[in-house]
């Protein structure tokens, strides 16, 4: 991190980027207008080209004074500044670039017209979001009121002369100074004060603890290095070179089973594309996966020759969401927020966009879909009308599909760059993956073509009987810390915990089972079952993840403990997600006058066993060395078909915890 001799107004950089000069510039121009800002007492840090999940943020201003009130700098109402947070969207247009719009700001790029009053509403959204992450377990601080501010670093204030400037959010010109920007701070009663003066409130930030928090360097362990070298490295055989130099004539689509490396995949080609010169986006709906892509990102955008900008990273709601307020603006917005269903939102805003008339842009230059195959068609073909097959990269999960209606992009009236099959484990361990590959065989999937690596060997797979959870968590933990000490290198965040929903675990809240376990060890978590500390990623390499086992896909541990699986197993056999009516409408097509209730009856429950087995073998495949899977039950169907397996494959499976009357070779 970088910091300047100046002490008063500190430039802190998370990492290198294009912000730098803005940020000295703003420096510059606030010493000029207030040199009573150079003042011991006074803190003013400039944090710029902050990285935060889905969103960068140009500069964020954080201030303290010390002092008592009537010696603190005042605003030109005579109001006493304590301290304040700040965001700053800085843009270096000319005043011909830049127009007023009602009560929003815009600016164009390449011909394209974008809101920045928008940009600055998402930004701010982001850091208040990142700041309600937990620091320690279950404790969290309130996130700050966040003031705003546009800065036309370029535009002088006369060049406007004539024109509405009503806009929603303060605007600063190129004549920027102290007075005009504490001009329009917000008060809290009868002075501005944002952050507290203890260094370490339990439940306030003071200026300490939210920078840092917003600073925090990652530490990359071992596994975080594997990653971050391997998507740097141009690891393209002769075979994908092709197709990777046609990227732009045609749709590319990667398909595998879990662990083939897709979304890696993904991010090496987004990453390709940005040493281009292209901007890209990477949609996917798991916010877990998004919060270790981000954390591999920041860890790669702390390298002097990282692609500047970095990929981003976004739920496929937030984009559609996105697109559609720029399109149409925040009133439209406003009005579909009205909309008690969100799929009937996300609905309303697809139509709009797919029946305008104008073009809509997007910002970015291509799209990368991941889990395609769990998309709408509607929302296929809004991809395809924002961006061309052209410029959509697609991953299909081949044993990943979750939802009711499988999503075909490879319609056979697009253009196609190429449709890649992905077959071996870039994941697995050797000995685990030819164990899963033995289960699957015996949950009866004859296509079972995942093939482990040659060149990865080891592995292990453990399983842990416990019909008590509290105490299957409290094991669970122990042999994960086993394996953190036997391997000297291996970090907590390396690790992950899969746990199902409790209503999926006959009322036991296993979330809450780990939280305790974990508290009573004093150690520390990332906790992606609650949905705010899911928005940010684990910060601290003694941070273990835990996930429920709908938010999975893309994951990856060294050692990954999937508790109640054959809990889960048997949910999602008893609740699938199947369309009844289209399956019996099929039978009765094929069958004519011969469909019968006994064939429907026997085809749901294919297709209900097929749901429960294609959400089985996702968490089955998380583990890189270490799988560790908790059974409650000895009778249930999980059980059966582990005891099968290592009965087949003496050795393959080593057991935990079984009475004495589980099976022999069970036992052995």
């Not at 204030?157 to 024109?163: L, M, Q, V």
């Not at 199947?578 to 097509?589: K, L, N, V, W």
């Not at 899977?629 to 494959?649: D, F, G, N, P, Q």
Request: with cysteine; glycine share 6%; hydrophobic share 40%.
């Amino acid at each position: 991190m970088f910091r300047n001799s100046l002490m008063t107004i500190r430039i802190l950089n998370t990492a290198p980027n294009s912000e730098t000069d803005n940020a000295a510039a703003f420096r510059s121009a606030l010493l000029a207008s207030e040199p009573r800002l150079d003042h011991p007492d006074i803190t003013l840090d400039l944090i710029c080209g902050l990285p935060l999940p889905g969103r960068q943020l140009d500069i964020v201003l954080l201030y303290h004074d010390r002092r008592a009130p009537q010696l603190q700098l005042q605003t030109p109402d005579g109001s006493p500044i304590h301290s304040f947070v700040m965001i700053v969207e800085v843009k270096r247009h000319s005043p011909d670039l830049i127009r007023f719009e009602g009560a929003s700001v815009h600016v164009r790029y390449n011909r394209v017209w974008k809101n920045a009053s928008d940009q600055c509403d998402a930004q701010t959204f982001a850091l208040k979001a990142f700041q309600e992450s937990a620091y320690k377990g279950t404790s969290r601080r309130r996130p700050t009121f966040v003031q705003r501010m546009i800065w036309l670093a370029k535009a002088p204030r006369i060049a406007f002369d004539g024109s509405p400037m009503q806009s929603s959010i303060p605007v600063q010109f190129a004549q920027l100074d102290w007075p005009a920007l504490t001009a329009s701070l917000v008060k809290n009663g009868a002075r501005v004060q944002t952050l507290v003066d203890e260094a370490a409130h339990p439940s306030y930030h003071s200026i300490d603890t939210l920078r840092a928090l917003l600073c925090h360097k990652v530490r990359p362990t071992r596994q975080d290095m594997r990653r971050v070298n391997a998507l740097t490295q141009t690891r393209f055989d002769a075979d994908k070179t092709a197709y990777i130099r046609n990227l732009g004539t045609g749709l590319l689509m990667l398909r595998g089973r879990g662990g083939t490396g897709k979304t890696f995949a993904l991010l090496q080609i987004a990453l390709h594309l940005a040493a281009q010169g292209k901007k890209t986006v990477l949609l996917t709906y798991n916010h877990g996966l998004i919060a270790d892509i981000t954390r591999a990102l920041r860890i790669l955008g702390s390298e002097s020759d990282a692609p500047d900008p970095l990929p981003d990273v976004q739920t496929r709601y937030a984009f559609v969401q996105d697109v559609f307020k720029s399109t149409f603006g925040e009133r439209a917005e406003q009005k579909v927020r009205e909309i008690f269903d969100i799929s009937a939102r996300e609905e309303r805003r697809l139509h709009a966009l797919q029946n305008r008339a104008e073009p809509v842009q997007t910002g970015y230059d291509y799209v990368l879909i991941d889990e395609g195959q769990d998309w709408s068609d509607r929302q296929r073909d809004l991809i395809y009308h924002l961006f061309g097959p052209e410029r959509v990269v697609v991953a299909d999960g081949v044993d990943q599909f979750v939802d009711r209606d499988r999503c075909n992009w490879d319609t056979g009236k697009i253009p196609i760059n190429r449709r890649h099959s992905l077959r071996a484990s870039r994941r697995t361990k050797g000995a685990t993956c030819q164990t899963v590959g033995e289960i699957a065989r015996s949950l009866g999937i004859t296509d079972w073509d995942l093939e482990p690596d040659p060149d990865s060997h080891g592995g292990r797979l453990t399983v842990l009987f416990e019909p008590d959870a509290k105490s299957a968590v409290e094991q669970g933990l122990r042999m994960i810390e086993d394996d953190e000490r036997d391997d000297g290198r291996l970090k907590a965040v390396d690790n992950l915990v899969c746990l199902p929903a409790t209503s999926m675990a006959r009322g036991v809240n296993y979330a809450a089972l780990f939280d305790r376990a974990i508290a009573a060890r004093d150690r520390e978590s990332w906790r992606g079952f609650d949905p705010k500390d899911r928005r940010t990623y684990p910060v601290r390499d003694s941070q273990l993840r835990a996930v429920r086992y709908n938010s999975c896909r893309g994951m990856e541990g060294w050692t990954t403990l999937c508790l109640g699986l054959d809990v889960f197993f048997e949910f999602q056999a008893a609740n699938p997600r199947i369309d009844t009516s289209a399956i019996e409408q099929s039978i009765r097509d094929k069958e004519g006058f011969l469909f019968s209730l006994e064939m429907l009856e026997e085809q749901l429950a294919r297709e209900a066993e097929l749901f429960a087995i294609n959400w089985l073998m996702i968490p089955l495949t998380r583990s890189i060395d270490h799988l560790i899977i908790h059974l409650t039950s000895r009778k249930s169907r999980l059980a059966k078909v582990l005891t099968e397996v290592s009965e087949r494959v003496p050795g393959a499976i080593e057991w935990v915890g079984l009475d004495p009357q589980a099976p022999v070779a069970a036992r052995a």
